[in-house]
């Protein structure tokens, strides 16, 4: 059974950072699109950030493009993501997903995802 385990939420005032780490078992990084899925309170799930292991390509929708990146670490199975200058519409769950196709901005389920992680921005 693949899974998908986030961790690295928590509580942060506007203007912070946070760091999700996502572990990742029973597949490789290599044959999928991996990144992250949030839903907002009231909100759809919504892709903000994957990548393509085909040609590296990063991807992020455009609330949090140029403050947050994405990495991820093969020999350890783990994927990132560096949340840098919060804001309150940033709360959220937040989920690490993959999929065979890239899913930004996509509100459709992705093939896998796992248990989600609460990020709380507020003073």
């Known amino acids: 059974q693949l899974q998908l385990v986030e961790s690295g939420g928590g509580l942060v005032q506007p203007g912070g950072s946070l760091r999700l780490s996502c572990a990742v078992h029973?597949?490789?990084?290599?044959?999928?699109?991996i990144g992250w899925f949030r839903q907002a309170p009231g909100k759809e799930r919504e892709g903000i950030s994957c990548?393509?292991?085909?040609?590296?390509?990063?991807y992020f929708v455009g609330s949090v493009r140029g403050r947050f990146t994405i990495s991820r670490d093969n020999a350890k199975n783990t994927v990132y993501l560096e949340m840098n200058s919060l804001k309150p519409e940033d709360t959220a769950v937040y989920y690490c997903?993959?999929?065979?196709?890239?899913?930004?901005?996509?509100?459709?389920?992705?093939?896998?995802w796992g248990q989600g992680t609460q990020v709380t921005v507020s003073s």
């Open positions: 029973s597949f490789s990084l290599d044959y999928y699109a």
């Open positions: 990548f393509s292991p085909s040609d590296g390509t990063t």
């Open positions: 997903a993959a999929s065979r196709t890239i899913f930004l901005g996509s509100t459709t389920n992705p093939d896998y």
